[in-house]
């Protein structure tokens, strides 16, 4: 099937390639093409098994469009009513792996700037795209490493605009200006095997990890605070045990996650979860991974800007919230830029017939457009 509209055809080209994380299979080749035809200048930036490319047009403050082309996998197959990575239109909505998170909103932003450049070809400022391959996996590839390279050779990225989805009942209801940051740690407490019937000669590390994971549980890790929601941590995986009925296990291995503001550091929850296990005294060990920091940006400029195009095109100012789970968004507020999050519906993300409105991303385009007109003109 082909269509006309231009975002629905970009996007279908998107969808069509199967990017399941770290890999982009000609995803940025499409969108590398449509830039070079309005005269940006491409940086590819391959690290390890992650495609990068930073790409730019004009000078002076700058304006750069971030995303990332992979997608989560897609589950059973069968499930879907649809193949996931064959574009499929039905009543005004588009089916297909990432339409949503966030091939669309990359199809949108490049329509964007093709208008825009159309309109505006001698444009004041610098307008720029950043685009990976690894958002959805590890990210270690991705753009902290870009903008680590950025800023060793001292690139201005003053304003960022990430295409998550952010929007919950109507396009632009909602922008972000922060996000919680992610830290993951695999705790293995450490016991003695031996036979069920004499617990006097074993120490059963499943007994010893239930208190300790009631305490985690129960602590309060920050104050309230209206700008984030409470840190929290969750447990989400459990294993012991030999298989059989009659032998205690030697090791308990539990994995589990914090989200947390930026009331904290990670060396601040480190510090408090080793409190907790040291006053149990327990044999363990623990390792830790952390994914992203969280980032804030405070009511500026660009927010104001990005309030204002939402509003021109739907009547409604945005909430500007920082739910959600993390984003590329902390790598942009290190290099200095301010960072705002703006993008289609969240209702079907990594979901099972993961969907989009065509009219949400024709709408979301012409917002990005009076965004980019509202910066660097």
Not at 67 to 91: E, I, S
Request: charged letters at 20%; hydrophobic letters at 35%; one cysteine or more.
């Amino acid at each position: 099937m082909t269509f006309d509209c231009p975002i629905i055809s970009l996007t279908q080209q998107l969808i069509c390639c199967p990017s399941i994380s770290p890999y982009d299979f000609g995803c940025q080749d499409i969108l590398i093409a449509r830039l070079q035809a309005i005269g940006f200048t491409i940086e590819k930036m391959k690290i390890h098994d992650t495609l990068n490319f930073w790409a730019w047009r004009g000078y002076g403050d700058t304006l750069v469009f971030a995303g990332h082309t992979d997608v989560v996998p897609t589950g059973d197959h069968k499930l879907w009513a649809y193949p996931p990575f064959q574009l499929t239109m039905k009543n005004g909505i588009l089916f297909g792996r990432g339409v949503s998170d966030m091939k669309g909103a990359l199809a949108s932003m490049i329509i964007a700037a093709e208008r825009f450049v159309n309109r505006y070809s001698y444009h004041k400022g610098r307008l720029a795209f950043l685009i990976t391959s690894d958002e959805e996996g590890s990210g270690i590839h991705g753009t902290e490493k870009v903008i680590k390279k950025l800023m060793e050779r001292n690139e201005n990225l003053k304003y960022c605009l990430i295409g998550e989805p952010t929007s919950t009942k109507i396009i632009g209801d909602v922008i972000k200006n922060g996000r919680r940051g992610s830290m993951t740690a695999h705790l293995n407490i450490h016991g003695i095997q031996g036979h069920i019937a004499y617990p006097h000669h074993t120490e059963n590390p499943i007994h010893k990890a239930i208190p300790v994971l009631h305490e985690l549980i129960s602590t309060k890790w920050d104050k309230t605070d209206s700008l984030f929601q409470p840190t929290y941590m969750q447990i989400y995986n459990i294993q012991s045990g030999t298989g059989v009925s009659n032998i205690t296990p030697c090791d308990c291995c539990i994995e589990f996650n914090f989200r947390f503001n930026n009331q904290l550091t990670e060396i601040m929850i480190k510090n408090q979860v080793q409190e907790i296990l040291n006053k149990h005294h327990l044999q363990y060990t623990i390792v830790w991974k952390l994914s992203r920091q969280p980032f804030f940006t405070p009511q500026c400029y660009f927010i104001e800007k990005v309030a204002s195009a939402v509003e021109f095109y739907t009547n409604q100012s945005p909430k500007i919230l920082t739910t959600g789970g993390t984003s590329d968004g902390c790598f942009f507020r290190k290099i200095g830029a301010q960072v705002v999050e703006l993008g289609l519906m969240d209702t079907t993300i990594h979901q099972i017939n993961e969907c989009a409105k065509i009219s949400d991303l024709q709408l979301l385009s012409k917002i990005y457009q009076r965004i980019i007109e509202n910066m660097i003109i």
